[in-house]
């Protein structure tokens, strides 16, 4: 009989354990269960500004493809001799290249290597650019540099797009300037470093003195020679490139300047957490 009793005390003990465990265990459930947060209003007041800065990208790119319908007589020009002086240079490329391999020193060496560095890093100056201008405070120098950050998205956009159709062969891939396999990986013409250089300094020599414009286009040009200096690219990839760039950064320019001030500038900002981030302030002029 001691024995029952003792089996029967046993479970009743343990029972009055398990219940309190459970009971809670019951209660912090549901504080345990996944629950989708929805955004703060702090949060939702900058989606209507990155929609916006969106649509002024497309606006432009939409502006900038659709041109060949509305070239002027100046317009077309220009592309008919862009075309023509491309065509010619393919017919040099080997030569020309040739040529500038033969002049190399150890002087010029290292000058184009860094104009090389600054042509393989387009979209990081340009973003260094704009925060040289907010330590200066210089609404100048923060306009241009937002402007041509949205230049050297869409020059690499379009840059990409042609170069996949046209399919020309680089130096590195065949030592014929005429070999084209369009469609495929080769994309060596428009030269992507010459377009990009170009498109930043076509939106920072906007509007300048002739001198200051040279001073731009200058770096511009020493940038795209270094493509040709280490045979990365053939003269008719970099002059194609090099037009390009500069006619969508002084499109992106022209078409974003209102007044001379900035459609768009990047504020730091403290949220009422603590947390730091950067808020976007776009003002459109109707």
């Not at 590195?172 to 010459?194: G, L, T």
């Amino acid at each position: 009989m001691s024995e029952v009793v003792r089996i029967i005390f046993i479970c009743g003990l343990c029972f009055g354990v398990m219940i309190p465990q459970v009971h809670a265990q019951s209660e912090t459930e549901p504080d345990r269960q996944l629950r989708i947060l929805e955004p703060s209003d702090e949060i939702r007041r900058l989606d209507p500004a990155f929609q916006m800065i969106m649509e002024k990208i497309d606006g432009d790119l939409r502006h900038i493809l659709s041109s060949p319908m509305r070239l002027t007589p100046k317009g077309t020009a220009i592309t008919g001799l862009t075309l023509l002086g491309t065509l010619f240079l393919i017919t040099k490329d080997e030569e020309y290249l040739s040529d500038i391999a033969d002049s190399r020193d150890e002087n010029s060496d290292d000058i184009f290597e860094r104009l090389r560095v600054l042509g393989r890093n387009v979209p990081s100056t340009a973003a260094g650019m704009y925060l040289l201008g907010y330590f200066l405070d210089s609404k100048s120098l923060k306009s241009s540099s937002l402007e041509s950050l949205e230049a050297v998205a869409i020059t690499a956009l379009i840059t990409a797009g042609s170069g996949y159709a046209i399919g020309h062969k680089g130096p590195d891939d065949s030592v014929n300037s005429n070999d084209f396999e369009p469609f495929n990986k080769y994309r060596s013409m428009p030269d992507m470093d010459s377009s990009l250089i170009f498109s930043v300094a076509g939106v920072f020599a906007y509007d300048k003195h002739f001198l200051e414009a040279m001073l731009y286009y200058g770096i511009a040009a020493g940038t795209a020679y270094s493509r040709l200096y280490f045979q990365d690219a053939w003269p008719s990839d970099v002059f194609l490139g090099s037009i390009l760039g500069t006619v969508i950064g002084r499109t992106v320019a022209a078409r974003s300047r209102n007044g001379g001030e900035s459609n768009f500038t990047l504020l730091p900002v403290l949220e009422h957490n603590g947390q730091a981030a950067i808020g976007l302030k776009v003002e459109f002029k109707l």
